[in-house]
């Protein structure tokens, strides 16, 4: 299956376009809704003050409650817009936005508000499509679960990289905040309290696991698994890296630490360790599939920047008005997770057809 989503942060809505979905497959409609709440804003002062609905309308490819077979179409309406906040920053380029690389690539005709089609708004299409493709790979066993790494200095626990349960997975899917140590997260709200006190904003890291795949899925070379997660990774705005078991931490280590010892016991090969994170030459190898995400600092500060306005290529200062998330990390969870279903939806041997 591959997905196409549209719309703009500020425009009437956004929506996603499914293709390649098996046909006969009855969509839990209140999974589904619950998987859509878990990326909401909570009004809770670690996210923006912007509350939408966000209840996705499906227009093609279901037909009394089964897809048919044919391009799924949902749209989600926005419902909760104040364009006339960009109306004097329209041309200010905001740092660190796409707010200039899409003025040059659509020769200025891109939407500025919010970041249109850029912004962060657009990830809740994403988890609409990626909750239709957890539903199906779930019915194969297969489970996806994530937490909260690192939010600034603090840091939660690491998964048990060889030993990660379906039922934490599960049960993480059940927190707004998701982390393993619960003081951990305590700590990681107060920082994001802090932040957004001074006008700042905090970035992070997401772990994400998956349970209950087989070895053999995947193949070598340009569309190995690490390449087809990280391409949906990236998709996700404010992804700015990608590792998969130990990651950056294997440069620190000899063979001899890093290689995973393998045995025969009940049945099949298992690894005595998982630094790799269940992924070698490019195929998954039975062991849970564990990788690690970063994402940037929310761009959209309440701090005068220097910038350039568009309109007269000249320097100029900016002040960002709007709504928006001090950290993303407690909303990103289940857009992460969402990815991760789509793309071992793709992926030679995954794919629910």
């Known amino acids: 299956m591959n997905?196409?989503?549209?719309?703009?942060?500020?425009?009437?809505?956004?929506g996603v376009v499914i293709e390649g979905l098996p046909s006969g497959?009855?969509?839990?409609?209140?999974?589904?809704?619950?998987?859509?709440?878990?990326?909401?804003?909570?009004?809770?002062?670690l996210s923006t003050s912007r509350i939408e609905g966000d209840v996705p309308e499906i227009l093609s490819g279901v037909y009394r409650g089964r897809t048919t077979g044919t391009p799924l179409c949902a749209v989600i309406r926005n419902e909760n817009t104040r364009p006339e906040d960009y109306a004097k920053t329209a041309m200010l380029a905001r740092p660190s936005h796409g707010d200039y690389a899409g003025f040059v690539r659509y020769r200025g005709f891109n939407d500025p508000r919010g970041g249109g089609h850029f912004s962060g708004r657009l990830t809740a299409p994403l988890v609409f499509a990626g909750s239709?493709?957890?539903?199906?790979?779930?019915?194969?066993?297969?489970?996806?679960?994530?937490?909260?790494?690192?939010?600034?200095?603090?840091?939660?626990?690491?998964?048990?990289?060889?030993d990660i349960p379906p039922e934490l997975l599960r049960e993480l899917q059940k927190e707004a905040f998701p982390v393993l140590d619960p003081a951990a997260g305590e700590e990681m709200k107060a920082a994001i309290r802090a932040a957004r006190l001074e006008g700042d904003s905090l970035g992070g890291v997401i772990q994400c696991a998956v349970s209950g795949l087989p070895a053999g899925i995947g193949e070598p070379g340009p569309d190995c698994v690490e390449s087809v997660l990280s391409r949906q990774m990236f998709a996700v705005p404010a992804v700015k890296g990608v590792s998969?078991?130990?990651?950056?931490?294997?440069?620190?280590?000899r063979g001899s630490e890093a290689n995973d010892p393998?045995?025969?016991?009940?049945?099949?090969?298992?690894?005595?360790?998982?630094?790799?994170?269940?992924?070698?030459?490019?195929?998954?190898?039975?062991?849970?599939?564990?990788?690690?995400?970063?994402?940037?600092?929310?761009?959209?500060?309440?701090?005068?920047?220097?910038t350039?306005?568009?309109?007269?290529?000249?320097?100029?200062?900016?002040l960002i008005h709007g709504r928006h998330d001090p950290c993303i990390l407690s909303r990103a969870a289940v857009v992460i997770e969402s990815a991760a279903a789509?793309?071992?939806?793709?992926?030679?041997?995954?794919?629910?057809a």
Not at 25 to 45: F, P, T
Not at 344 to 349: I, K, Q, T
């Open 3 to 14: 997905y196409q989503i549209f719309g703009e942060s500020h425009g009437p809505g956004i």
């Open 342 to 352: 789509l793309a071992l939806a793709e992926l030679p041997g995954g794919d629910p």
């Open 262 to 306: 393998m045995r025969f016991e009940d049945g099949r090969v298992v690894c005595l360790s998982n630094n790799n994170g269940g992924i070698t030459g490019g195929i998954t190898n039975g062991m849970p599939l564990v990788f690690q995400v970063v994402l940037k600092p929310t761009p959209s500060i309440a701090r005068s920047q220097q």
């Open 132 to 162: 239709i493709a957890r539903q199906i790979l779930r019915e194969k066993g297969v489970e996806i679960g994530a937490h909260i790494l690192q939010i600034g200095p603090v840091e939660d626990p690491s998964f048990d990289l060889k």
């Open 308 to 318: 350039v306005d568009l309109s007269t290529m000249k320097n100029a200062p900016v």
């Open 25 to 45: 497959v009855l969509l839990d409609m209140e999974e589904i809704s619950r998987q859509m709440d878990r990326r909401r804003a909570k009004n809770d002062g």
């Open 244 to 253: 998969f078991g130990l990651g950056f931490g294997f440069a620190g280590r």
